[in-house]
């Protein structure tokens, strides 16, 4: 009985830490049994006072003395001391206080949270320069997989769906506190806990970040290659003096780590971002119109179901136009970072300058995309390259285009991949870095950062070389990463903000969440068969 009138006091104490409770309860628990054993003994004499001597057992919890149980087997335990609530919570909120502390100085060291001085035109840039980018270029060929209904109805529901979640991410940014999630995993980890947040969202993140620096290596080495082809043309000489793929992949990532050891920051990268916005926002609209200036060609058809001969190829080209499109929008695993760019303060969050700069960015994009999808299906229909409407234009129009206008789309779209390659390889060096300062408890020096760049350029240049295929499975693992941009978003607002079930926004969110994963499922099936059915020509270190 005593044991537990005693335990009903504990928790009555609920803010006791549970390092305490522990030794406590046992304490407790050998005094019961003490008392037992002394009521048995007399009761079996006659003691009258038996049940008086109980009630001694019910006296104050302050008057035990609690043993504070150690972590460390090698410290020996301290001596009993009075317990006081007060102490605990004084001690527990100084702990919390200096692992805030700690935690906020390392942020101060990392490179995506070292400078908080951006506002919304820098992150309409950096937006706008990871929106755009070379996968748009096949927004066209889905179209001849869709036709002229589907691709329009599939395109703008990807492009509502997206800039939704984007929206749904800036929210969370920010606590009510004042609590900042400035990277995508810390989020994660708060919405679905600490196993579950980093098992859900490491590899999307690796892949989105370290897999798309590999892809633009790839990419703009192609085009450096396309590039000086352009330049030489019928000049023979000069053709055989072309550098082999593998050297120009070298040039692309010596030139991108050169810019990369003069940027110490994400906030720094503005001007990059803005160079990069520029040359995207300008090959996307020389493209468009040259494809609507050139005219249909002959012979052009918009039915679907001329490239397909059953309904299983038709059904299989289906998933691939959707999986193509779902692929056409980038950067969303960059908006939590790109938020951590903007000072913030009570009376002015930085969601209300964030919303700003993704209405300014993604006007932008859907202007650039919509355009070059809609104009190039209309321009080649189904003789659509399957590589995108660049190779289309250098395909049919190349005589009639002029040697310096090809010339200079090949150009910026070098300059637009040396640009956005510096801002999906921030979170690797952010990660990089946090393994020195949390060892260190320093900030990296500037030697430390450039061994870190060049270590990982060599990194990319490798793979890049090693599997200069990886753009013909952007698909099925892009696939993989689908859930980050369009399902995680969903289920993170319904578990940080818990709305009322069965209210709009729960039911919403909960419906695109589901949509998103069977999405996810379909798309990576349909990509892996279109694989198996199409062959994989995997020529490593072969580019």
């Not at 009258?48 to 460390?72: A, C, K, T, Y």
């Not at 020389?286 to 609507?292: C, D, K, N, R, V």
């Not at 990982?456 to 099925?476: D, E, N, Q, W």
Request: proline fraction near 4%; charge should be positive; include cysteine.
């Amino acid at each position: 009985m005593g044991y537990k009138l005693l335990k009903v006091k504990l928790e009555w104490f609920g803010y006791v830490k549970r390092r305490y409770t522990i030794a406590l309860v046992r304490n407790c628990k050998e005094l019961a049994m003490d008392g037992y054993r002394r009521d048995r003994d007399r009761k079996a004499m006659g003691d009258p006072e038996v049940s008086s001597e109980r009630h001694r057992v019910g006296r104050s919890i302050s008057s035990f003395r609690i043993i504070p149980i150690n972590n460390d087997d090698d410290t020996p335990h301290s001596e009993g001391t009075n317990f006081s609530p007060v102490d605990s919570i004084r001690s527990i909120d100084e702990k919390k206080d200096e692992n805030a502390n700690v935690a906020e100085e390392i942020d101060n060291w990392l490179p995506i949270t070292e400078s908080r001085t951006g506002n919304a035109y820098t992150a309409a840039f950096h937006l706008l320069s990871t929106g755009l980018g070379n996968l748009a270029f096949v927004l066209p060929f889905a179209f001849t997989s869709l036709g002229w209904s589907g691709g329009i109805v599939v395109l703008t529901v990807f492009f509502a769906w997206r800039l939704y979640a984007i929206c749904l991410l800036v929210s969370l940014h920010e606590t009510a506190d004042g609590t900042r999630y400035s990277r995508y995993i810390q989020l994660a980890i708060v919405a679905f806990g600490e196993k579950l947040g980093k098992c859900l969202a490491i590899f999307p993140i690796v892949y989105l970040s370290g897999g798309t620096c590999i892809m633009t290596t790839i990419t703009g080495g192609n085009t450096l290659q396309l590039f000086y082809k352009a330049i030489c043309k019928n000049d023979q000489n000069c053709l055989d003096k072309s550098p082999s793929g593998a050297e120009w992949y070298l040039v692309f990532i010596c030139l991108a780590i050169l810019i990369a050891l003069f940027s110490p920051n994400l906030d720094s990268l503005a001007w990059v971002s803005f160079v990069g916005s520029i040359m995207g926002v300008s090959y996307f609209t020389i493209l468009g119109t040259l494809s609507i200036s050139k005219g249909r060609l002959n012979g052009v058809s918009y039915n679907p179901s001329d490239n397909v001969t059953t309904n299983m190829e038709r059904f299989r080209d289906v998933l691939n136009g959707i999986a193509l499109i779902a692929m056409g929008f980038r950067g969303q695993n960059l908006v939590l970072e790109i938020q951590g760019t903007l000072p913030s303060n009570p009376k002015h969050p930085t969601r209300t300058r964030m919303y700003k700069g993704v209405i300014a960015s993604y006007s932008f994009v859907a202007m650039c995309e919509f355009p070059l999808a809609i104009g190039g299906y209309w321009a080649y229909g189904n003789m659509m390259p399957e590589n995108g409407i660049m190779v289309a234009v250098a395909k049919y129009h190349q005589e009639s285009i002029p040697k310096g206008l090809i010339s200079t789309i090949y150009l910026m779209v070098v300059i637009q991949c040396l640009c956005s390659f510096q801002l999906f390889v921030m979170p690797v060096f952010d990660n990089l870095e946090r393994i020195y300062v949390s060892r260190k408890h320093k900030a990296c020096p500037r030697w430390v950062r450039s061994c870190i760049k060049l270590l990982y350029g060599g990194l990319a240049y490798f793979m890049a070389v090693a599997f200069p295929f990886l753009i013909s499975l952007a698909k099925f693992i892009g696939g993989i990463a689908l859930p980050l941009s369009l399902v995680y978003p969903c289920f993170m607002w319904i578990s940080i903000k818990k709305p009322k079930r069965n209210s709009l926004m729960y039911c919403l969110n909960m419906f695109l969440g589901c949509l998103g994963t069977l999405i996810t499922v379909v798309q990576v099936a349909g990509a892996l068969w279109y694989l198996v059915v199409n062959k994989l020509d995997a020529n490593f270190f072969n580019p």
